[in-house]
């Protein structure tokens, strides 16, 4: 059976318009008191991408570059130092994903099923692809990975576009329309095929091992539907990831084990650091769990009720923005709330994260790249 895709903002207006016709409204998160901050949340620069930006996008620093993407088919690298172009180039297409970068070459996937691949501004190639696919590309040991709607997974040459393998799993018939699970983890490829992590060869897409972090449940394919969203978060050898809606779960991924997973209700991935496993919640709670033991350490309900973005954990706390456009900096000890900034936008486009200086940028649904840095 063909897969077919479900966005997760159409399924909240789907819910939001049953809940009304049965009169039921959504709950209205509580008024937060004024913070008596020792410092303020300061905005360090702002980088104008020019278009608007619905899907989420998953931002990485590399060679103190970031690349972005607007729906519209823009496409930015940015220097994180100070927030100057290093290029831009339109495609003049809408696109589907966010971008794949190893510092040089961004790939992308445009709307009408195409994968991009640029440097310096220029399209050094296209291929076109047989489905659709809503998970960032990957570029990574002169490759250009793929995870498709059909739960297939492709490599491509990055020099010269040719497909060079594919590895096909089946799956239930309906898809996250959502970034997915695909990275790096020393010489094997981590996918995300429904609510199981992955180990590929990526030199011929052999399977290595394969694990589940959560099971399909429920009598149709809408119940049934479970999938890994980005990000996941990675300390040496363990790599823990949410399954939407469903569960959160670490994996040793040197031996290919599950180490442990919990029912957690969210669609947004993690960040933690050695100890400590940070998750927002669908309903606005933040939780916090053992990153060897999977022990709930803290929750908070200070931010219920607000939609949130993932959260970034850093060494002074952890930041978390919401669809009002507040950014918040919770303690990474207790989920207390230390600090928070208004910023101009209605909502946000991607999870904060990290810059080296210890500051961080967040991408706004229309289309601003924002820096901060933390007191």
Known sequence: MKAVAI????????LGIVLSACGVSKPKPAQIPAIKADKPIQALWQFKLGSDVSFVQSLQTVQERMVLTSDDGK????NVRNGQAVWRHELKTALNTGAGFDGEHVAVVTLNNELVLLQDGKVLWRNRLTSQSYTHPLVAGE?????????SVLAFDLATGVRLWVQQRPGEPLVLKQNGVLMAFQNTLL???GGRLTAINPDNGQFKWDVPIANPRGINDLERLVDLVAKPTR???SVCVRAFQSQVGCVDALRGSVLWTRSS?????LDGDAKTLIGTESNGMVQAWSRTTGDRVWDTDRLKYRELTGPLFTSKGVVIGDSGGWLYLLSSV???LINRVQTSSDGFASTPTALADGGFVVLTRDGFLQAYQLP
């Open 334 to 336: 207790d989920g207390s």
């Open 7 to 14: 966005s997760r903002w159409a399924l909240l207006v789907f």
């Open 191 to 193: 996918v995300g095929l």
């Open 75 to 78: 496409i930015a690298v940015v």
């Open 143 to 151: 490759r250009v990975f793929m995870m498709m709607a059909d739960r």
């Open 235 to 237: 300390i040496a050898n």
């Open 265 to 269: 209700v969210g669609s947004q991935g």
